[in-house]
């Protein structure tokens, strides 16, 4: 049985960093889906968009995934750590305990596109050492069939494993393509919180008469049921592209404030006091 679509959230546009444009979905009208805190994509190819970048900002307490559809930024943090995100290419970074870094463009012109998605980290993983796993696309295997294609970035997808490694949330991420008219299932762990996020196109998900229609810039929320843990996906005369996300609640109390999530306000006014002393 197919899970049946919940809530579907428009993405909002607004900015970040240095007036970086965006669509926000979870953060925005959505505020928290257990355990994705943040959903954003941002994509132009006018440079003022997008070339200020995400100058130098700490986190502590939660988990950042980048995912590059185009384009090409630069990623450093305090420690010395220096890498580049190219198309097709995907970063996990577990900020635990604290880092500092900026993510800035390395074009001055062209499309730059790609989401970014946080991740909460349990109670007793928050403070955990900062680490990154940056991810090239031959690294990710990639399913083509009957026109259709299916990137592995975290979890499995007919018995093939992505390369993330060691998130305790267990998440699933697939970068889904299908071509005009073509379906997609796949098998969701039941109790895990999923969702579908729509980059391009639009699809049905769900079963026959429970599907519901999710359009472009559009997250539809994966209603949890026990004897259902499938998504079905059908994709409309244009072809889709979208991201399917699930991973295991984490059921605590959540404390957030700008780029540090805690489980109290105590532990952020220590992230605060431990950032401006140097302590990251």
């Not at 970074?93 to 500092?100: E, L, N, V």
């Not at 997609?184 to 639009?202: C, D, L, M, N, W």
């Not at 810039?217 to 994709?235: G, I, K, M």
């Not at 979208?242 to 489980?263: D, H, Q, S, T, W």
Request: charged fraction near 25%; aromatic fraction near 8%; hydrophobic fraction near 35%.
């Amino acid at each position: 049985m197919s899970r049946t679509v919940g809530r579907i959230i428009n993405g909002r546009e607004t900015s970040d960093g240095e007036g970086v444009k965006l669509k926000r979905t979870i953060g925005g009208q959505l505020e928290v889906l257990d355990p994705f805190l943040l959903l954003d994509e941002f994509k132009s190819d006018e440079r003022n968009d997008y070339i200020g970048g995400f100058p130098s900002h700490p986190h502590r307490g939660f988990e950042t995934v980048t995912i590059m559809f185009n384009g090409y930024m630069e990623h450093q943090d305090h420690k010395g750590n220096k890498g580049l995100l190219t198309p097709g290419s995907v970063q996990w970074m577990t900020a635990g305990k604290g880092i500092i870094h900026s993510e800035m463009p390395k074009q001055e012109d062209g499309l730059m596109h790609g989401c970014q998605l946080w991740l909460n980290l349990p109670r007793e993983f928050k403070m955990m050492e900062p680490r990154y796993q940056d991810i090239s696309p031959e690294k990710i295997p990639n399913i083509e069939e009957n026109g259709n294609k299916i990137r592995i970035i975290a979890g499995e997808y007919k018995n093939i494993t992505g390369p993330v490694e060691g998130v305790v949330t267990n998440p699933t991420l697939l970068d889904v393509e299908l071509a005009p008219g073509q379906s997609f299932t796949e098998a969701i762990p039941i109790g895990h919180t999923a969702f579908v996020y729509v980059i391009r196109g639009s699809a049905t998900f769900g079963q026959d008469d429970e599907s519901k229609l999710v359009k472009s810039s559009q997250l539809a929320v994966l209603e949890d049921q026990d004897t259902r843990n499938n998504v079905q996906a059908v994709a409309g005369p244009e072809g889709v592209k979208f991201l399917l996300a699930a991973a295991k609640p984490i059921k605590e109390p959540i404390a957030r404030y700008g780029p540090f999530v805690m489980n109290t306000q105590q532990e952020i006014q220590q992230a605060f006091r431990d950032y401006q002393s140097g302590k990251f």
